[in-house]
């Protein structure tokens, strides 16, 4: 035990709060843009699955899933520049 | 092959959601010819859907009640709020996607009964889709099974085609009416043999 002790205890502290809130943020991060790799597929799916079916719907589900891909995009952008 | 052409009724099916839908309107198919026409189209009872609903429900209010608790300051996750906050929005994006691979997995997975033919179009997960089809002339048996208190009270089952072909067996599973369906089923056979 120095006198510089408490200091670095207090140091090490904010260091390793700020290292677990930066790795829970790269998890999100990460994970959010899997995230947007399913979307951009469910897009891709109704697509398909309207051209094997098609019916009334098909459109506004189209449309539905492009909506949830851009929804994706911007909590991925919000997990990178607002947390 | 004799094509049996039928008068659309007047109640011909408009609801894009029916399980049940006789003659709907702007419904067509991949393979569809141009003299074919869509005498039923099925998908799943819409009771079939209620787990996935009923956990889509608690899903939707749970963060809601994390919420208010936290406004309350009865409780709160050991976590900055702007993360909180990130945690709910990814909460509900996911949840969104739970609905959305459900409801298309519902939605997409159809049979079809033409004047021609049955068609059987079912699609597993995200990217694997299988279509088997039969003609009319080639079906020999229709039957209909419907076990189980459930499906008594919401009245649907399963319908069991058994074509000519000894490996092509279609089974519409989970459909509304089944009974109705095979009367459909067999009178369609009756009038193209």
């Given amino acids: 035990m120095n006198q510089f002790s408490p200091y670095l205890e207090k140091l090490f502290a904010v260091f390793s709060q700020n290292t677990l ?48 891909l851009l929804a994706s995009v911007l909590v991925f952008l919000a997990a990178i520049f607002l947390v | 092959m004799e094509t049996v052409v039928f008068e659309p009724p007047k109640d011909a099916a408009t609801n894009a959601l029916a399980a049940f839908a006789r003659h709907p309107a702007d419904v067509f198919f991949e393979t569809q010819n141009p003299d074919e026409e869509v005498m039923l189209l099925l998908r799943q009872h819409w009771a079939v859907n209620l787990p996935w609903l009923v956990l889509t429900f608690f899903a939707a209010v749970f963060p809601v009640f994390y919420l208010l608790g ?71 048996e229709v039957s209909y099974k419907d076990p189980g208190l459930w499906r008594i009270f919401f009245d649907f089952g399963d319908v069991l085609i058994q074509t000519a072909a000894a490996q092509v067996e279609i089974d519409f599973l989970s459909v509304p009416k089944p009974q109705e369906v095979v009367r459909i089923i067999s009178s369609l056979i009756h009038k193209i043999k």
């Fill in chain 1, 21 to 68: 809130w930066a790795t829970v943020k790269a998890f999100f991060v990460i994970g959010l843009f899997l995230y947007i790799i399913f979307a951009a597929i469910v897009v891709r799916q109704v697509s398909l699955l309207s051209a094997t079916i098609g019916t009334s719907l098909s459109p506004k589900l189209k449309l539905f899933s492009l909506i949830h």
């Fill in chain 2, 70 to 140: 936290r406004g309350y300051g009865y409780f709160s996750l050991p976590l900055p709020e702007n993360m909180q906050n990130l945690f709910v929005m990814a909460w509900y994006l996911l949840a969104c996607g739970f609905v959305i691979e459900n409801f298309l997995n519902w939605y997409f997975n159809v049979y079809i009964v033409t004047n021609r033919r049955v068609i059987d179009v079912d699609f597993y997960g995200l990217l694997y889709k299988k279509v088997t089809e039969a003609s009319l002339d080639k079906i020999q």
